[in-house]
């Protein structure tokens, strides 16, 4: 297999930072993507302190705030989490053009304005075809190893494998921060008349917050929004929305054809939080992780094990909050005692699994709230 001919399909987070990793590997790699302006449209995000540690490089421009706190909201009670390493709210496409020049800068070629549209395989190689969004032309390349980086409705996962994904989608309004929040914390309601997730603000700045929620079949959630927005006195300055793909535990992240592999990152490969639905710090932990498979020519299940594992935990925590009801949500605030929450300040959501046990042991009522959601009934409202 020539693995000295990597292209990747999607010019975001994801196919960015394979892109970096692999051009300073000095792997020649070519990228596609579809839109000519990289990192339209605009998204602001929160991340943990782990996108600098996985990038290997702290990214300052697309930082627009730091969060040290966390406040948490149900129905009848209140808690708050004080972060040891501040969250970092970025602004999606100031990343989006860091990597670009960081990628572009070891070597790889991006082109942008190019669509994928299916390959063949022709035995020793895959056939890709490509078209040139402006001029209409159609391309054809081959490669032996493609990445899949086009998000969540991937082309390339859908030529490469009939498997289905489940998607939510999730809407947010970028408003001017209301005077009872703080630029300095992230606010998490749970209300489960009115969603089955939560409600978020997330400070830009001193002036701005995005306000926003996840919504399992999207219908109704920019009313579902607006009702909230009302209830805490905001209006609307812009509208963020799009689906994402929740992480399946029995999805395959990669495909073996003839003498070729094709490898999901990022959305494409379902590398999503089930929990939080955060997707970036997951995306960019697949990237490294399938480099790693190329470079080393070692399966790619086997250097994605620590991500799945993460993020299958993640699943299982969904599965159960979503049994929980707002009485659930009141006693899991009331069972975050001083320890409980120092452990939380410690150990962030993207390596959640070094606190589990840990949680378990420090509040073994925790347990007992779990067992409950799962064997008792329906959810509690
Ligand atoms: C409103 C909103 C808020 C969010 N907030 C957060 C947050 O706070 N924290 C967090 O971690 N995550 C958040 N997410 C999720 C996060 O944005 C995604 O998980 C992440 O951006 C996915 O990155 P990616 O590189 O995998 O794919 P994407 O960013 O989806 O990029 C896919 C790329 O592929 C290209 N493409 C698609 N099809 C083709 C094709 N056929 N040919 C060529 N190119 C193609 C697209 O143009 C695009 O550039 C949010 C999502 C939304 C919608």
Redesign the pocket.
Known sequence: MDQNNVVI???????LFAAYLLAKERIPVQL????EG?GQPP?????TSKLSEVLGFVPPEAILNKVNRMELISAHRHSWVALQEPDLVIE?QRLIELLARKAAEEGAKIYPG????GFEDEGNKLLLSLENVVQGRQYTITTNVLIG???????VAKAASRDSRETVT???AKVVLPNQASADSVKVWFDRERTEFFYWL?PESEARAVI?LISRNGKGVRDNLEGFLSSQGCETLEF?????PLHDPLLKPSRAISNSRILL????GG??KAT????????LRGARAAVRAIVGQAPYRRTVRGLKAELDLHSLMRAVLNRFGDRDYDRLLELLNTRTRNLLATHNRDVFKNAFFKLALTQPRLLLLVANSLLNRKASR
């Open positions: 399909v999607g010019a975001s987070t994801a196919g596609y993507d579809v839109h990289l998204r602001t995000l929160i991340v999606r190019f669509r994928f549209l980086a086009d998000g969540v409705l991937s082309n999730i809407a947010q997330i926003g963020q929305a799009a689906q994402v990152i990022g959305d494409a590398q999503v939080t639905v955060g997707g970036v710090v997951a995306g």
